[in-house]
């Protein structure tokens, strides 16, 4: 089953902007820390930033000032607005969301497929 679908990536000129999107199927509820995390070739998934349900948000240093992440409970969506994109910020994102299955209660972790970002100098 797909838990999370995203969009959103695609190759962005140094010092420009993209907006990422990920929606939680309805196979969740209870969700309560969505984030988003990216994968550069060769290097190990890094955590981009988080934001729970409340709205508390956490932001890697490398992102700081430059990523925003936000979320609209009612559609079980977060977003990334990126701006100020570097050549470093290439790699493929991933959303994930921690919740419960809807009919079981299970609390899990769930990732989407990953959408590539491309940052050319």
């Known amino acids: 089953q797909v838990d999370l679908v995203e969009s959103g990536g695609g190759l962005v000129q140094a010092g420009g902007s993209l907006r990422l999107s990920c929606a939680a199927s309805?196979?969740?509820?209870?969700?309560?820390?969505m984030g988003w995390y990216r994968q550069a070739p060769g290097k190990q998934r890094e955590l981009v930033a988080t934001?729970?349900?409340?709205?508390?948000?956490n932001y890697a240093d490398s992102v700081k000032g430059r990523f925003t992440i936000s979320r609209d409970n009612d559609k079980s969506s977060v977003y990334l607005q990126m701006s100020s994109l570097k050549p470093e910020d290439t790699a493929v994102y991933y959303c994930?969301?921690?919740?419960?299955?809807?009919?079981?209660?299970?609390?899990?972790?769930?990732w989407g497929q990953g959408t590539l970002v491309t940052v050319s100098s």
């Open positions: 994930n969301a921690i919740g419960n299955r809807i009919l079981t209660f299970v609390n899990v972790e769930v």
């Open positions: 309805g196979s969740l509820t209870r969700i309560n820390t």
């Open positions: 934001i729970t349900s409340g709205g508390t948000r």
